[in-house]
């Protein structure tokens, strides 16, 4: 089992920064890389960006490249997503999500956290 806990969330101003972050336990070993999705009200879900465990490869959703950073710390089991550049369309719950599959998203996903709030006023 893999445990993914998220934190990090809040209100921003849009053109402000927020990171969040993803903490992993458990057999994260078993697992080949960590996702961020993202979810608005009436929405569904949307793929953000993908890093690997092992290398550093990432991935991004082509609406987040530029904008949004994804980043890993093996020595703390945390994966982070810097978010530069909000605008009120990036507001959602912003899950992490730990798969099996191959890259670059590395999904289906096995293990899911529940999710933090990022609220982007304008």
């Known amino acids: 089992q893999v445990q993914l806990v998220e934190s990090g969330g809040g209100w921003v101003q849009a053109g402000g920064s927020l990171r969040v972050s993803c903490a992993a336990s458990?057999?994260?070993?078993?697992?080949?890389?960590v996702a961020w999705v993202r979810q608005a009200p009436g929405k569904q879900r949307e793929f953000v960006a993908a890093i690997s465990w092992s290398g550093g490869t990432t991935y991004y959703a082509d609406s987040m490249t530029g904008r949004f950073t994804i980043s890993r710390d093996n020595a703390a089991n945390t994966v982070y997503l810097q978010m530069n550049s909000l605008n009120p369309e990036d507001t959602a719950a912003y899950y992490c999500a730990a798969g099996r599959g191959p890259p670059p998203q590395f999904g289906p996903y096995d293990y899911w956290g529940q999710g933090t709030q990022v609220t982007v006023s304008s």
């Open positions: 458990g057999r994260t070993f078993s697992t080949n890389g």
